[in-house]
């Protein structure tokens, strides 16, 4: 019968044992192959121990540059959100550039998860052993730079080793963590002239400003599922319309472009004699009657102005949104559907409604801060109260109706485009969509338009008849379309 043992966690069974054998001793008589195994293991332990101090460490590196007395250096530190990473970098980039200083880049090898700064690599010693922080190339990540997919390389974690005249400057670029719960991007500055450390790091965070990759773009705030909650900024193109475009009765587009437009426009003869700038537009009305339309038509009357974009879960952004329309003013923030918010509390316990941390940051700007709010609802009764709470932070609250026939009229003829259609039904058309909204219409062209293509040959031009027109408006408006009216926003007399 074979001998049975208990499982052993210093490692498998002898062979011999496994095997049925019945002496585990025999496996440890030693081997002329062993003594050369031990021998070999001495010696690479030897040879390492001698070789360290020839090693690249990011310590000697640094006391190197920095010279005698460089541990009682200073650190100077600078942080910012993570979502600025890509302007950190493109601040340090261009302070590194400048003609007076040339700049070496070390990468830090193993620094993912691990907490230290510039001073830790400067001391070096056990941590630097313990994590395995050594030099190595730098590690870097493609981060949206504008639209359109373009992107800027941005370091994750180096030293710039910095010369400049006497001067000598090292500086501690790391980027953002969220999953090992580091949520900020920061710069460290020692520097042989302690003044020129903290200037150094107040030039950077200027550099970064003035080389903000988001000033004058189209983006909106969101945030990514996976990624521990990171708050991220997509860039948008800038849309391309006309007031032609922009179907609005005169007095109405009037009024808002007077309120975003004209102070945009005015705004250094209105600060000479004293006037503030910042201003806050209302757009209310019913669902489909061009309340985002009228945004997309006042982003592209803009140009040159920073936009920001919140919508959807990223409503609870309100103050890093804020943040960046201070920074790059002129600036444009959009909250669509801000009744959402209306009774919607922050992330923190005992926060107000979100829809009062709104208007506390607008009441909060500066007189002279050209940054224009531009809020949309379809529920303006749940807007009411708030508003009249916090009274003077929206100037102008514009209503959007229903378009009325000399509307409709044009929205035809704006969504008919190329497309050839039969107008001699249209007036019957147009009476009998009376309470339709845009959506409805442009809906009803397409519709028009594909019963013209199902009835006639493929090689022949598209033309919508009157009989195409009155039969999609026949469909539209038949009983079994209830829902799809709905979801068109139209209630049709």
Known sequence: MTEQFGWSPYGPLPSTVALGGTDREDDLRPELADVGRLARRGLRAVIGAARAEDRPRLSRMLAEHLGAGAGALDVVEETWPGYDHVNVQAGLDAWVAEPVRSAELVGVASFQGVMFGLGDLLAGGRQEDMHGLR?????????????????????????????????????????????????????????????????????????????????????????????????????????????????????????????????????????????HLKRGLLLYGPPGTGKTHTVRYLTSTLAGTTVLQLTGNALHLISQACSVARALQPAMLVIEDVDLIAEDRGMHPGQHPLLFQLLNEMDGLAEDADVVFVLTTNRADLLEPALAERPGRVDQAVALELPDADARRALFELYRGPLEVDTSGLD????????????????????AALLAATRTAEDDRLTVSAADLTAALDELLDTRNAMTRTLLGSTPG
């Not at 400003?209 to 909106?220: K, P, T, W, Y």
């Not at 019957?428 to 519709?447: N, P, Y």
């Open 135 to 275: 030099p190595g190339n730098p590690a870097s990540v493609n981060l949206a730079c504008g639209p359109d997919g373009a992107v800027r390389a941005c370091i994750r974690c180096g030293v710039y080793l910095v010369t400049e005249g006497e001067t000598r400057t090292a500086v501690l670029l790391r980027g953002a963590a969220p999953e090992f719960g580091q949520d900020s991007v920061s710069v460290q500055v020692m520097s042989t002239d302690p003044s020129a450390a903290t200037r150094a790091a107040t030039d950077i965070r200027q550099a970064a400003l003035d080389h903000n990759v988001f000033r004058g773009q189209v983006l909106s705030f969101g945030v990514e599922v996976f990624g521990h909650g990171r708050t991220l900024l997509q860039f948008h193109r800038r849309p391309v319309m006309t007031a032609d475009q922009l179907v609005l009765a005169p007095d109405t587009l009037a009024e808002i472009q007077r309120q975003v437009v004209e102070v945009a426009r005015h705004k250094e003869r209105l600060l000479a004699m004293g006037q």
């Open 428 to 447: 019957d058309v147009l009476a009998r969509t009376q309470g339709v909204t845009a959506s409805f219409l442009k809906e009803l062209l397409r519709r």
